[in-house]
């Protein structure tokens, strides 16, 4: 547990870099919104600084999880790509006066602590990448879909079998 958190000033200032992968199984908030719990995501955590020097670190998370469509009420892969920056404040009262300052929705100004998860860095980078609604972009026909589970039955030599004889 404790490799997972960092002193969130210490670490910009030195600009750290690590990286790992993490199953979504053990993100609890996120396994609970996919349809499966299966899926591993990649996370890169990059510390530094902005072009005004205030610390910050960039989040960025990657990889694949299953989320039901609400259409059709299947599961499918959603790929999550997201990456965010995070500038550090000591305290809520300059988190608000960055934030003001920097006048920018792209960025998000968090409250540092000398004691910040890195696993829930990760796991809100990832929720708030999921859609609100998820849909596929085109709903699979169900008849294709029973066509492909009757299909899966028949072992592949059958198959083959088959093919030999026409
Ligand atoms: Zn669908």
Redesign the pocket.
């Known amino acids: 547990m404790s490799a997972f958190i960092i002193d969130a000033f210490e670490y910009s200032r030195h600009k750290e870099r690590r990286e790992g992968e993490i199953a979504v199984a053990d993100l609890s908030r996120l396994a609970d919104e996919s349809a499966d719990r299966s899926g591993v995501l990649h996370w890169v955590l990059i510390g530094g600084v902005d072009s005004l020097g205030h610390p910050q670190l960039t989040m960025s998370v990657t990889g694949a999880i299953k989320i039901m469509?609400q259409?059709?009420l299947?599961p499918?892969a959603f790929d999550i790509d997201a990456e965010s920056v995070l500038v550090l404040a000591k305290d809520e009262e300059s988190a608000d006066e960055i934030d003001a300052l920097l006048d920018n929705d792209e960025i998000d100004v968090i409250v540092g602590t000398k004691s910040l998860n890195i696993i829930e860095l990760i796991e809100d980078e990832a929720l708030l990448a999921l859609p609100l609604s998820p849909?596929?972009p085109v709903?699979p026909d169900p008849s294709a879909l029973e066509g492909l589970k009757s299909s899966k039955k028949e072992s592949p030599f059958a198959m083959l079998k088959n093919l030999k004889q026409q």
């Open positions: 469509c259409r059709c299947t499918f849909k596929h709903c």
